[in-house]
């Protein structure tokens, strides 16, 4: 039988993982109860797993590294965003099969928009990046009418690839590394989606000088202390800078309203995640 609060994130490694905490803290907001496992999959056999927590009953899932592409082939309807980006993070057992969504994008969008007081309407954005989280956020960012996206990968072919379905539509435009230092541009929104900071290294050269006046520095990675992205952005003159736990916290809660109905104030949990890691 199925049980409706009984959900889970999949991935390998999984053990890292903060998704269990972040739906407790939403369930315990909205005095509801719910069930959520981390299941890790083994890597080739994501199908198998995920059959095996829907026979235990399992609704609905969250699949993180390196299952995302697995669990949008997997689904039989997708949302236009889990389309666009070719890969999912959400997924709920509608009637007789899987639907996915991509909720990464929703997720960024609402952290910058809401969270941190900046409006995307009419900013050039810089996005840094084409890997799978930078496909993920782009169709997005688009929706909030930037005046234009400029996609930088240190592999300039995944970047054209990237904004190639969008330039037709919107102002999308892919630039190698070097022509961006060249063309010395400034950006009101810079977005890191490298896992660059992961590594300690910036994803564009340090002498870069890339932020407008009043410029917002955003890097998805988070940890307890700031990143070196993070750092070098506010020693470049960036006025907002933050890391990616907000859009961690919204683009949970944006699984949370699709499986249960209800959207949780993210906020206060993003402000308590933040305290949890300061004693990690
Ligand atoms: P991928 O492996 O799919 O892509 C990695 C990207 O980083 C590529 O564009 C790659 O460039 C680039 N890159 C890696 N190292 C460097 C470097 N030293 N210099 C410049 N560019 C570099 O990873 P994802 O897209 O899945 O994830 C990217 C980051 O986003 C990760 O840190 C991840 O943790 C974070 N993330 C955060 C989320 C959140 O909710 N906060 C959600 C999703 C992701 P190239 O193409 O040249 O290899």
């Known amino acids: 039988m199925r049980r409706t609060d009984k959900y889970a994130v999949f991935g390998n490694p999984i053990a890292h993982s903060k998704s269990p905490r972040i739906h407790a803290l939403f369930a315990a907001s909205l005095n509801q ?26 609704v609905g899932a969250n699949v993180t590294v390196p299952f995302k592409r697995d669990a949008f082939a997997l689904a039989r309807s997708a949302s236009l965003r889990a389309q666009q980006a070719g890969a999912a993070n959400f997924l709920m057992w509608r009637d007789d099969h899987w639907f996915c969504d991509n909720t990464d994008g929703a997720g960024l969008v609402r952290d910058i928009e809401t ?59 892919a630039l190698s590394v070097d022509a961006l230092v060249a063309e010395s541009m400034k950006f009101d929104v810079v977005i890191n989606a490298t896992s660059s900071s992961l590594t300690g290294l910036l994803p564009v050269p340090e002498n870069a000088h890339i932020f407008a006046p009043d410029a917002l520095a955003y890097d998805m990675m988070y940890g307890k202390q700031p990143t070196i992205f993070m750092n070098w952005a506010s020693a470049q003159g960036a006025v907002g800078v ?37 004693r990690e």
């Open 242 to 278: 933050a890391d990616g736990l907000g859009m961690l916290v919204e683009q949970a809660a944006e699984s949370y309203v699709q499986w249960r109905g209800e959207l949780p104030h993210a906020a206060p949990i993003i402000a308590q995640l933040r305290a949890e890691l300061a």
């Open 115 to 173: 969270n941190l007081h900046t409006s995307l309407k009419d900013k050039n954005v810089l996005l840094l990046g084409a890997g799978g989280a930078a496909r993920g956020v782009i169709g997005p960012l688009f929706l909030r009418s930037p005046r234009q996206i400029v996609v930088v990968n240190r592999t300039f072919e995944r970047a054209t690839e990237l904004v190639s379905p969008y330039k037709n539509e919107f102002a999308a435009r």
């Open 33 to 58: 109860h719910i069930d959520y496992q981390k299941r890790l999959a083994p890597i080739g056999n994501f199908a198998g797993e995920l059959q095996r927590f829907f026979d235990e009953g399992g």
